[in-house]
C-alpha cells in the first residue's frame, strides 16, 4: 500500500495546496466583497447578474488550472 507521507514529493505537493487554498479564500472573499454592486449589471444575453456570472465562470477557468497544476507538480520524474 502506497504511504502518502513517505512519497518523495510530498513537501512540495503540501505547499502546493495550501498555496492553493490560501488563493481560493481569497477568491472567494473578493467575489463575495464585491457582489452586490455587480449584481446591479445584468449579462443582456443571458439575463444573469453579473455578480453570479463572473464568479461562476471564474471558478471554472480557476479549477481548470488548478487541476493542470497539480498534474504537472505531481507527476513523477521520468529521468530517474
Known sequence: MLNV????HW???KNLMLVMFSA???F??????????LNKVIVPLLKLPLGSY????????V???????FARV???DRAS
Do not use: E, G, N
Not at 507521507?5 to 518523495?8: A, I, N, V
Not at 463572473?54 to 477557468?61: G, K, R, V
Open 5 to 8: 507521507y513517505r512519497w518523495d
Open 28 to 37: 472567494f472573499f473578493v467575489t463575495s466583497t464585491f457582489m452586490k454592486p
Open 63 to 69: 479549477f481548470l488550472v488548478t487541476l493542470f497544476w
Open 11 to 13: 513537501p512540495r505537493f
Open 54 to 61: 463572473m464568479p461562476i465562470q471564474a471558478a471554472m477557468i
Open 74 to 76: 505531481t507527476r513523477p
Open 24 to 26: 481560493w479564500l481569497a
